[in-house]
């Protein structure tokens, strides 16, 4: 059983900057994608940014790409997404996920069908 766990966010004015975590319990970590994916109010869940656990590639949706920095710490088994330069459109409810068959492809899946399991999500507020 996998049990994923964010925290982290918050309300931050834009050009500013938050982090969130994504503790992770659960056998064979090696094997794994995680990924990072925000709901905004009436919109679809979408991907944020994606990290292979056996090797660190990493992949970022193009709306992220420059602003954000996903991360993976090994001896503590979590997930953290930096983020940086945030904007109103930022805002949303951010979910931690893992892929259990991640190492099957070279960079973590955009889809979020592919993944097993979610965190409770945490939500970002950003104020323009």
């Known amino acids: 059983q996998v049990q994923l766990v964010e925290s982290g966010g918050g309300l931050v004015q834009a050009g500013g900057s938050l982090r969130l975590s994504c503790a992770a319990s659960?056998?064979?970590?090696?094997?794994?994608?995680m990924g990072w994916f925000r709901q905004a109010p009436g919109k679809e869940r979408e991907f944020v940014a994606g990290v292979r656990w056996r090797d660190g590639n990493t992949n970022y949706a193009d709306s992220v790409k420059d602003r954000f920095t996903i991360s993976r710490d090994v001896a503590s088994n979590t997930v953290y997404l930096q983020m940086n330069s945030l904007k109103a459109e930022d805002t949303a409810v951010y979910y931690c996920?893992?892929?259990?068959?991640?190492?099957?492809?070279?960079?973590?899946?955009?889809?979020?069908?592919?993944?097993?399991?979610w965190g409770q999500g945490t939500q970002v507020t950003v104020s323009s």
């Open positions: 659960g056998p064979t970590f090696s094997n794994y994608a």
């Open positions: 996920a893992a892929d259990l068959e991640g190492f099957r492809s070279r960079f973590a899946s955009r889809g979020s069908s592919a993944y097993d399991y």
